[in-house]
C-alpha cells in the first residue's frame, strides 16, 4: 500500500457493520489464520480520530482483542498505553510481534482472552467484532475491563455511497458496507453505546485494490475458479470500464465507523 497517511473528512454519524449467521461467521473467521505478512502489508490502518474518540480519559491500560497484525493496537500503544494484543492466530500475532515489539500479544480470543480480571481501562476490537459470540464476548470483556472501562469497536469501510466504489464493493465481495439502522449488539454488562464516524481516503494504485481483494474471507474461503472470475473482473472494471493506469494513485474512498459503550 502506498505510504501517505489518510485524508480526513467531517461526516454524519450512521450505524454500520455486518451480521453473520454463526456458522458461516465461525467457516471466513477461519481463513485468517494464515497470511499475517500479506494481511499487514495490504490492509489499510485506522484514522488516529477513532482512538482519540475511544480512548477514556485517564485511561493507562488497555487490550485489543480480534488485533490480526496490530492494525489498531499500534493506534493504542502510540498513545502510550500499556496495551495487551490478543488474537487466536499465530501467524498474525508473529508479525504483530515484529511490527509492535513492545506490546505483549498473546493467543486467545474475545470470549476467552486468558487475561487477568479488572485490569483494563478500555477493551477495543477492530475489524473483528463480526466473528465473535457479541454475549460471550461481552461477558469476557466486562470481566477484564474496571469499573467504568470503555468498550471501544471499529469497523473500517468501503464507502459505498460513491457510485465507483459500489460497484467495487460487489465486485470485492465486501461485506463491510453500511447498514444505516445497524448497532453492534452488546451483552447486558454494557451501557451508554454511542458511534462515531470518521471519513478519509486511503491513496492506493489498482495492485493494491487487487491484493486487498486478496485478503478478504469471501476470496480466501473461495475455490481457485471463483477467485479467477474476481481478479478478471477486477482487472476489467479498473482497467478497462474505469480506465486507471497502474501506475496511478487513487484515493480509495473509507468510512471508519467507530463504538463505545461503558462497563455498567
Known sequence: MASAGPRLHSGPKLHTGPKLHSGRR????????????????????????????????????????????????????????HTV???????MLEQLRRTLPGVTAVEGTAEHTGLPAGAFDVVTV??????????????????????????????NQLDTSVPWVHRLSRIMHAGDVHKPHFKPP?????TGLESHLTRWEDPVRTAD???????????????????????????????????????EILPLPYLTQSWRAVRA
Open 186 to 190: 452488546l451483552g447486558p454488562e454494557f
Open 126 to 155: 477492530a475489524q473483528a467484532w463480526h466473528w465473535c459470540d457479541p454475549v460471550l464476548a461481552s461477558t469476557e470483556i466486562a470481566r477484564i475491563l474496571r469499573p467504568h472501562g470503555v468498550l471501544g469497536l471499529v469497523w
Open 26 to 81: 465461525q467457516e471466513l473467521g477461519q481463513s485468517f489464520q494464515d497470511g499475517g505478512e500479506h494481511y499487514e502489508r495490504v490492509r489499510p490502518g485506522y484514522p488516529d480520530d477513532s482512538a482519540d474518540w475511544l480512548i477514556p480519559a485517564g485511561a493507562k491500560d488497555a487490550a485489543d482483542l480480534g488485533a490480526g497484525t496490530g492494525k489498531f493496537t499500534a493506534l493504542l500503544a502510540g498513545r502510550g498505553l
Open 85 to 91: 494484543a490478543v488474537d487466536p492466530s499465530a501467524d
Open 209 to 247: 485494490i487487487m491484493e486487498l481483494t486478496k485478503s478478504r474471507s469471501y476470496y480466501l474461503a473461495a475455490s481457485e475458479a471463483t477467485r479467477a472470475k474476481v481478479l478478471g473482473n477486477l482487472d476489467w472494471y479498473l482497467h478497462e470500464h474505469l480506465g486507471h493506469d497502474p501506475r
